[in-house]
Structure formats: structure tokens, C-alpha cells
């Protein structure tokens, strides 16, 4: 079974920097698309920054393009998430995730929404004070 585990969440000052990881217990992201998303209280659940498993594509929210940086680590067992010049709006909860269709992440298949992606982490808080 494929388990996801978030960590690297905390409160930080506008402007300020975070970066989160996401590790995939008893499996690796070779052949997965993995992916993060952000959900704020009282709002849907949104597509941040997504990676395909050879880290050829990337894509990211224009929300975030330009200030957001997602990764995977050489053991291919751990993607991130690292957050430079963060906004107050930039706050929610931070999900990790994962699907076995590799066209998610270059665009051949599906989208970047929540109902496209298998696999869930926990999720862990992100809060930026101004």
C-alpha cells in the first residue's frame, strides 16, 4: 500500500522561506506522478507545483510560479516542496500526492485536481503572518 508522509510545516513571517517533504513509505516516485497541493479554510483544495517521475516535468500554479520549487530527492523516495518569499496568503493545509498515471504530470491525461490524484498524505500546516 502506498503511504505518504508530510513534514516540514510551521509558522514563518511574510517574505519568509519553508520547505516541505513528503516521503513514500515502502515504494518510490520512479513511476509515479507526484504532486502537492494547498487547501486554505473554507476553500477547495488547489494544485500547487507537480513533478513526472523522471523530473523532465514540472508544472506549477501561477500563483506560485517563480517563488515555489518542487524536487525529488536522489533516493527517489522523497519529494519537496521549498517556499521562498511566502505570502499570508499562502496559508492552508499542504497535501502531498501521487497516481500511477504518468500523464498527469506531462498532460497527456487528467488534470492537476484533487479527484486526479490516487494517493493522500496527511498534510501538514503552513502559516504565514503578515
Known amino acids: 500500500q502506498v503511504r505518504l508522509v508530510e513534514s516540514g510545516g510551521g509558522s514563518v513571517q511574510a517574505g519568509g522561506s519553508l520547505r516541505l517533504s513528503c516521503a513514500a513509505i515502502?515504494?518510490?516516485?520512479?513511476?509515479?506522478?507526484v504532486g502537492w497541493f494547498r487547501q486554505a479554510p473554507g476553500k477547495e483544495r488547489e494544485g500547487v507545483a507537480r513533478?513526472?517521475?523522471?523530473?523532465?516535468?514540472?508544472y506549477y500554479a501561477d500563483s506560485v510560479k517563480g517563488r515555489f520549487t518542487v524536487s525529488r530527492g536522489n533516493a527517489k523516495n522523497t519529494l519537496y516542496l521549498d517556499m521562498d518569499r511566502l505570502k499570508p496568503e499562502d496559508t492552508g493545509m499542504y497535501y502531498c500526492?501521487?497516481?500511477?498515471?504518468?500523464?498527469?504530470?506531462?498532460?497527456?491525461?487528467?488534470?492537476?485536481?484533487?479527484?486526479?490524484?490516487?494517493?493522500w498524505g496527511q498534510g501538514t500546516q503552513v502559516t504565514v503572518s503578515s
Open positions: 513533478i513526472s517521475s523522471g523530473g523532465s516535468f514540472t
Open positions: 515502502g515504494y518510490t516516485y520512479v513511476s509515479y506522478c
Open positions: 500526492a501521487a497516481d500511477s498515471d504518468l500523464g498527469l504530470c506531462t498532460g497527456l491525461s487528467g488534470g492537476f485536481g484533487r479527484s486526479d490524484f490516487t494517493y
